[in-house]
């Protein structure tokens, strides 16, 4: 039974809080991303994370560190710590690349692209998928409403570059 099956008319139903109904909606949507970085695990060897930084290391064959990072979203240590595990797993190669010999090109190794093939899609997960299905206007409305949210927790706003795999 889905949440939207219970309506207010329906007897013997108490409906939740409102509160209480969004709580639940984010715990269906952890869950659809716990579950998909587990399988991932499960069928790639690899975190979410991981997978999400290979396949865009693959798409782009030379791409630096801080394009990665840019690419992904996240902090640039924390990209480099992706590229040192898959480096260290044969996945990647690291080059010295540009006049000054300190940028690194990264390229996949084909151990990469056998995994990539038989690895559980969306590459990026889930949740990013989903939202980049979603028209602007919900996007813009979801913004806003999360960032209510977020000021009422007093978020740490630095969490906004760690990725979901790695929560």
Known sequence: MSLQSI?????????PEPATRVLRQ???VFNSVKTHF???EREAGLGGAQLWALSVIA?????GVTELARSLDIHQ???SNLVRTLTS??????ARDGFDRRGVALRALPAADALLKSAPLP???VLPDALSSLDAATLERLEADLASLIALLAA???GAQVPLAQL
């Open 59 to 63: 798409q782009s064959p030379g791409i």
């Open 77 to 79: 240590s924390t990209a």
């Open 123 to 125: 590459f990026a997960g």
């Open 26 to 28: 984010f715990r269906i």
């Open 156 to 158: 740490d706003e630095a």
């Open 38 to 40: 587990r399988q991932v």
């Open 89 to 94: 797993r044969g996945l990647v190669s690291t």
């Open 7 to 15: 309506s207010p008319d329906t007897p013997d139903a108490a409906q």
